[in-house]
C-alpha cells in the first residue's frame, strides 16, 4: 500500500490541490468525509469551537483521544491527522506515547507544531512509521508566548527562519506543512522549494492545498469570525430558526 509521504507527494507533482477541513465528531466527520475532502484534521481547534476555551493551549490528549475516537468512526476515504495538543510532545519519548494513543484512536497521522527546533521528534516519529503532518509559521499552542495571531514573514530575518524551518520538516519526513498566517509571497516561494504539500491557512492562494476549521466555513462559530474565512452557510442561523420554530411549536403553536 502507498505510505502517506509517497500519495501526498504525487498530490504535489500531478498538481492536485488538496482539500482540509477540521471536524471533531461523527456526524460531521463523515459529513465532511462523504463531501470528498483529502484530509481531516481533529485539531485542537476544538478547545475554542467545541469546549468554549478561549485558546488552543488548555486542550489536553485526553480531550484529543476523546474526539479522535468520534470522529474516527465517520472516516473511510479522507486522511484523519489528529493534533499532538501543547504539553504533550515536549520529549521524543511523551511524543512517541501520545502519537501512539492517537493513531490507537483511529487516527492516520499526527500534527504537531514547530519546525528546526521538532525536526529531532518528526524524524523519531516517522522512524517508529508514524505519519506528521508538520505545521510552521503562526503557532496557536505558542499564541501567549508571541503576543497573539501575527502574520510570519514579514522580515528577511523572519522568512530565512521559515524556510529553514520548512526544509527542517520535510527532511525530517514529514508528509505534508501547513503554512499558518504567513505572508503570501513566501508561502508561494516554500511551496515552490518543498518537495511536500504545502497546506495554507490564511497564507495566500497559492499553497498546495487550504485548511480551515469547518465551524467557520458552515458559519457554525458566530461569535467569532476570521477575516481571511468566506462562510459558505448559517448554520447558526438555522439552528438558532429551528430551535425558535419548535419552541413556538410547544409554547403556542395549535392544538393538535
Not at 488552543?56 to 476515504?77: C, E, F, K, N, Q
Not at 521538532?118 to 496557536?140: C, F, N, T
Not at 501567549?144 to 510570519?152: A, K, L, N, T
Request: net charge negative; aromatic share 4%; hydrophobic share 45%.
Amino acid at each position: 500500500m502507498i505510505s502517506l509521504n509517497d500519495s501526498y507527494r504525487n498530490a504535489k507533482h500531478d498538481r492536485r490541490t488538496l482539500v482540509a477541513l477540521t471536524a471533531y465528531d461523527y456526524p460531521t466527520a463523515r459529513l465532511v468525509d462523504e463531501s470528498g475532502v483529502d484530509l481531516i484534521l481533529v485539531g485542537d481547534s476544538l478547545g475554542m469551537v467545541v469546549l468554549g476555551y478561549p485558546d488552543t493551549t488548555v486542550v489536553s490528549i485526553a480531550d484529543m483521544l476523546h474526539h479522535t475516537r468520534a470522529a474516527a468512526r465517520g472516516v473511510t476515504r479522507a486522511t484523519l491527522v489528529a493534533d499532538l495538543p501543547k504539553g504533550s510532545y515536549e520529549s521524543g519519548e511523551a511524543a512517541l506515547i501520545n502519537a501512539r494513543l492517537l493513531i490507537a484512536a483511529g487516527a492516520h497521522a499526527v500534527k504537531l507544531e514547530g519546525g528546526q527546533d521538532r525536526a529531532g521528534i518528526i524524524a523519531a516519529l516517522v522512524e517508529q512509521g508514524i505519519s506528521v503532518l508538520a505545521h510552521i509559521g503562526m503557532l496557536p499552542q505558542q499564541i501567549h508566548e508571541e503576543g497573539g495571531y501575527r502574520i510570519q514573514g514579514r522580515t528577511p530575518q523572519q522568512a530565512e527562519r521559515l524556510m529553514e524551518d520548512a526544509l527542517s520538516v520535510q527532511q525530517a519526513g514529514a508528509f505534508a506543512v501547513v503554512l499558518e498566517l504567513v505572508t503570501p509571497p513566501l508561502a508561494r516561494e516554500i511551496s515552490e522549494r518543498l518537495a511536500i504539500p504545502t497546506i495554507g491557512i490564511a497564507s495566500g492562494n497559492e499553497c498546495d492545498g487550504q485548511i480551515r476549521v469547518l465551524h467557520d466555513v458552515i458559519g457554525l462559530y458566530p461569535w467569532f469570525r476570521p477575516k481571511f474565512v468566506e462562510p459558505k452557510a448559517d448554520v447558526a442561523g438555522v439552528i438558532r430558526d429551528a430551535v425558535r420554530a419548535f419552541a413556538q411549536d410547544v409554547r403556542g403553536g395549535p392544538a393538535s
